[in-house]
Each structure stands twice: as structure tokens, then as C-alpha cells.
């Protein structure tokens, strides 16, 4: 019955994803990147990918964990050496597509996440390639020399090329497929949002919530 009741509850974005039906549409305007899974394949395969960093000690899920959100449950996140921090908490990655105006960084520095996706590769920091030592070319000459890059960039891109620009963009479609709908809010939520008024935030979630987990909604919501 809850399945009935929630595949009822779903619709199909703009691009193609299922999603419930009280989410707003996406905020990016995916004809500037448009999603196509072989991109997002390429993106998951470098997010995931040790050879991002300088020393091969760590990827971008690092210090991106999907188990919570795709954030890093540590104030601030070890880098490439493994004894240095990053000055700032790892911002959360889930629903990426939804975030207004869609500037990243805490200090919204970049414009996109297609921008955003290359610094922490560059950064001194969090994963080395830094100017010293060649810069992102560095890391376009290593990705060329795999067995596997060439076959996935042509299967996305056309050709094999590998630049910046393909790698940012890559990634930033696998961080927009990063899409939660179905975790314990989304399944309670679905079952009382109506499209009017305030959607049904004020509606109790219990029994799908317990009390204690009901009262912090109604505090997020309404204030104390």
C-alpha cells in the first residue's frame, strides 16, 4: 500500500529524474550542460577516483561521503598529505541542482558547479595539483596515460580529448545526478503535501516520524 501511495506521489522532471512531487524544479538551466548518462558515468568515475590527487591518496568522495549527503562528517576535511586541513567544512553535495542562485563555495566564488569542480583538485591543500607541479595539465597528462580515460571521454565527448573544461563538466553532472528521494522525510513528506498553502509542512508526520523527530519538523518549521 505505502508503495502504491508513493509511486502516486512522484512525477518525471524536466531531465528525465523521478522525483516527488512537492520538489521545485531544478534551479540550473541543464541546457547549459545537458545531463546525458555517459557523462554522468564519466563524472561518477573521476569523483570516485584517487588519481585526482596528487599522490593518489584521496578523491573528491573523500571528503564527499555519500552515507551522509555527500558531506564530510569532520569540521574540516584532511587533504592530500594526510596531516593538513582545509580551512572550511566540505559543503553538502545532495540535491546540488537545487541550490539558488547556484554559486558555490561558502564564500559563493564561483558562479557554477562546473567551476567549482576543478579548484579543490588545484588546491595546495585538499588534493595538490598545484602550478608546481604542473597545474590541471598534470593531471590531464595523468588521466591520459590510463587505460580506461580515453574509451570514457570519447564515449561521452565524441573523442578522447581530455581537458578541463570536459572534466568540470563531467563531474558537475554526476553531482547534479545526486538526487535524495527517499529518504525518511521524502517518504513521510509525500503522503501529506498538498499543493496549496503551506503544502502541508504543518502537517504531523507521525507515525512515519517518531514524536521527537515530529517536534524538530514542527520547530524547523514554525519556530519555537
Known amino acids: 500500500m505505502i508503495l502504491t501511495i508513493l509511486a502516486c506521489s512522484f512525477k518525471q522532471s524536466n531531465d528525465g529524474f523521478e522525483v516527488p512531487k512537492h520538489w521545485p524544479k531544478p534551479f540550473y538551466n541543464f541546457t547549459n550542460n545537458a545531463l ?9 568515475v573521476l569523483f570516485y ?5 596528487i599522490n593518489d591518496s584521496i578523491s573528491c568522495s573523500s571528503c564527499h561521503q555519500q552515507s551522509v549527503g555527500f558531506d564530510d562528517p569532520r569540521r574540516f576535511s584532511v587533504g592530500f598529505s594526510g596531516s593538513a586541513f582545509t580551512d572550511a567544512h566540505a559543503m553538502r553535495l545532495g540535491n546540488v541542482r537545487y541550490y539558488q542562485p547556484g ?24 588534493m595538490g ?33 581530455i581537458t578541463e573544461a ?17 529518504s525518511k522525510w521524502d517518504t513521510a513528506y509525500a503522503q501529506v503535501y498538498t499543493p496549496n498553502g503551506n503544502r502541508g509542512l504543518g502537517t504531523s508526520l507521525v507515525p512515519n516520524f517518531t514524536a521527537v523527530e515530529d517536534r524538530g519538523r514542527q520547530l524547523f518549521v514554525t519556530g519555537p
Open 36 to 44: 546525458t548518462p555517459a557523462k554522468i558515468l564519466l563524472g561518477r
Open 49 to 53: 577516483d584517487k588519481r585526482l590527487s
Open 129 to 161: 595539483f598545484v602550478a608546481g607541479v604542473g597545474g590541471i595539465n598534470a593531471l590531464i597528462t595523468k588521466l591520459s596515460a590510463t587505460t580506461y580515460y580515453p574509451d570514457l571521454f570519447t564515449f561521452a565527448f565524441g573523442d578522447a580529448v
Open 166 to 182: 570536459r572534466i568540470q563538466q563531467a563531474l558537475a553532472q554526476f553531482e547534479r545526478a545526486m538526487v535524495s528521494t527517499n
Open 103 to 126: 554559486s558555490m563555495f561558502w564564500d559563493k566564488r564561483t558562479a557554477s558547479v562546473e567551476l567549482q569542480a576543478s579548484q579543490p583538485i588545484q588546491h595546495p591543500v585538499e
